[in-house]
């Protein structure tokens, strides 16, 4: 099946902070999306981004298929960012299945 | 438009008895995956429903797991004779699965604890 890599696995940021996430995928995709799982375990649906570049806020997202990786922005980051950052893909001749990465654990410090 | 609804929210079970969790899609979305996260192994894949069918159960362990998504009403993933490794986070989402995106909506989650 697909590979999904993250990295880093842990970052620890001072609030205000600006930082990036890596996705690396094995194949091509259908889909790509990010996720943000807060402290108390709700999964939270931030960019679906198979492709290009999207902003929302103080997040933004980038994907660059043809080179099978994907990024993710948070700047000036706040205490509310802490939490688990997945980073989902689907399999191109499977295209409902979501493989998951293991994460980015984001720790906001004040 | 109100997202993926779950419950409960928690669940507490005994081992040996059955545990249900149901959830709703958005509206307008007829098309439903269920996905575990158990601790230390991550977010998997269990089985995909459209009404009245079972698409794809390849994640589902092949003993004691069923789901179903009925022509009315919620989804429903139900474990028989819970064990304690059936401790974990189960998550749905719920598509559109038009030809315009992929994405996948997620909803909150049920925890369940098995004592």
């Known amino acids: 099946g697909i590979q999904v890599e993250q990295s880093p696995p842990d970052l620890i940021l001072q609030e205000g902070a600006n930082s990036t996430l890596r996705c690396n995928f094995s194949?091509?995709?259908?889909?790509l999306q990010w996720f943000h799982q807060n402290p108390w375990g709700q999964l939270i649906n931030l960019f679906y981004?198979?492709?290009g570049t999207k902003q929302n806020g103080r997040l933004s997202a980038t994907t660059v298929a043809t080179e099978r990786y994907s990024l993710l922005y948070i700047s000036s980051s706040q205490t509310t960012d802490s939490g688990v950052y997945f980073c989902?893909?689907?399999?191109?001749?499977?295209?409902?299945?979501?493989?998951f990465g293991a994460g980015t654990t984001v720790t906001v410090r004040a | 438009n109100a997202g993926v609804m779950q419950n409960p929210r928690h669940l507490v079970r005994r081992r040996g008895q059955e545990a249900r969790l149901r959830c709703s899609p958005m509206?307008?979305?007829?098309?439903v995956y269920w996905y575990r996260q158990l601790p230390e192994e991550g977010l998997k894949f269990m089985v995909y429903?459209?009404?009245?069918?079972?698409?794809?159960e390849s994640g589902m362990p092949k003993e004691r797991f069923s789901a179903e998504f009925p022509k009315e009403g919620p989804s429903i993933l139900r474990i028989q004779q819970v064990v304690r490794g059936d401790s974990a986070a189960y998550f749905c989402?719920?598509?559109?699965?038009?030809?315009?995106?992929?994405?996948?909506?997620f909803g909150p989650g049920t925890r369940l604890t098995v004592t």
């Open positions: 981004i198979p492709s």
């Open positions: 989902a893909v689907d399999e191109w001749s499977s295209d409902y299945k979501l493989s």
């Open positions: 509206k307008g979305h007829s098309h």
């Open positions: 989402a719920s598509s559109p699965r038009d030809s315009d995106t992929y994405e996948q909506y």
């Open positions: 194949d091509s995709v259908n889909n």
């Open positions: 429903l459209q009404k009245e069918n079972i698409i794809d």
